[in-house]
């Protein structure tokens, strides 16, 4: 093939992801070669090509055909599911590539298994990056976040083609080297953790305003629009905001109040909670995102119990919570909760994101991680900018919740968060999400804890020893001995 009529980069895996990251790259300019074992999948994106301005897209039917179009050092970006199939699509196109050349993970992978391909492909002279790709089918088309870890030389092979692509903001495209071996497939799933605790957060809001409340779905709709226009503004909130505008085409009323409450969920979630397991870092909020998409899916138990503990005597106590509301506060105390819990997430999610970097020495860059989220992905909002703004202040910031700024906002709105923590706990509607932040900040500014007498307990069934406030070393208390000792003389 002549070089002239080579391709720049190519995709394999021609999903709508696959699809529209491979239009989004040949509107950029750059010459695409696409490939997927359903050859179905090749016309329909050749043709959507044609038919989106006749784009420089060229498909092929063929693993070796494919390679071959691509102009050397070759970028290969591989989106396919997670696991083995990465695995048998790396095995069929390695076979024809060259060493030098590169490949590109864009799926939900775990880092580890990244970690694992980049050794396999050094071993062959090949290059690899995991990289991130947040912002869902729409994102993929029009901008999405990428997270690149790896390879730098793969990194910068493509780096004109990612900066074109990813989202554009007023600092600069939302790319960027994350970092060594499996660091960018780490850091979104991270941010997928953070997504999970940003949702839950949402739906107790509603659940509050609406229970509580009792604002009806175009109440809610004009709140959450007006919050989209503050501090709150965000893709997860404008989205919010649209949901509940939407009516049902079987019936009256509006979809959402139609949709069964059972949440789904792919694993990043669950990755994060056990990495910040492994890694000891206190990440309830995303935890407890993740315990209620559990809890979500017992629906049928869910029914049962609500019968049985109603039969047992158990009365909703929603009436009288909302006797004497006041829907205006109530509404700015929850916008205000909201935020507060919101900066609580977050902060779990950046400390889960330094622990692993000290752990691997990635030497990750916080403030330049909420820059490339404030555009293309799932969590993008102009809250981002503050944290990019909180971590180039103090680069070695413990936690957002002590950076100046963002600790003078928590506590201008811890009562209006008490006040709705109390009032969803008096009612009976379970919070959380907006609970587990609110003892995250509780239990973390606080600078005595009831942990010794935790400690104590410890040292006295199991000898673990325990320290002192007021001396140094280890020290180990006969504890039932000197109680049963201390009851003899009272006697």
Known sequence: ?????????????????????ALNIAEKGFPISVYNRTTSKVDETVDRAKHEGHLPLTGHYNPRDFI???ERPRSV???????????????????HMDQGDCIIDGGNEWYENTER?????????????????????????????????????????????????????EDGPCVTYIGEGGSGNFVKMVHNGIEYGDMQLISEAYDVLKTVGGLSNSELAEIFDEWNRGELESFLIEITADIFKVKDEYGDGELVDKILDKTGMKGTGKWTVQQAAELSVAAPTIAASLDCRYLSGLKEEREAAAGVLKEAGLKEDVGAARVGVDKKR?????????????????AQGMNLLRAKSNEKGWNLNFGELARIWKGGCIIRAVFLDRIKKAYQRN????????????????????????????????AGISTPGMCASLAYFDTYRRARLPA????????????????????????HTEWTKLARKSA????
């Open 452 to 475: 010794n007498l935790v400690q104590a307990q410890r040292d006295l069934f199991g000898a673990h020893t325990y320290e002192r406030i007021d001396r140094p070393g280890s020290f």
């Open 395 to 426: 680069p070695n910031l413990a936690s957002l919740v002590v950076d100046p700024e963002f600790a003078r906002e928590m506590v201008q709105r811890q009562a209006a968060w008490r006040r709705v923590v109390g009032l969803a706990i008096s």
């Open 1 to 21: 093939m002549e070089a002239a009529t080579l391709s720049r980069i190519g995709l394999a895996g021609l999903a709508v992801m696959g699809q529209n990251l």
């Open 330 to 346: 109530l509404i700015d105390d929850v916008r205000q909760a909201l935020y507060a819990s919101k900066i609580c997430s977050y």
């Open 77 to 95: 970006i591989i989106l396919v599911k997670a696991g083995a199939p990465v695995d048998h699509t790396i095995a069929t196109l390695s076979e």
């Open 117 to 169: 391909r980049i050794q396999q492909a050094n071993q062959k002279g090949l290059l690899y990056l995991g990289m991130g790709v947040s912002g869902g089918e729409e994102g993929a088309r029009n901008g999405p976040s990428l997270m690149p870890g790896g390879s730098y030389e793969a990194y910068k092979n493509i780096e004109d083609i990612v900066k074109k692509v990813a989202a554009q903001v």
């Open 68 to 70: 071959l179009s691509i």
């Open 488 to 491: 003899a003389a009272l006697r």
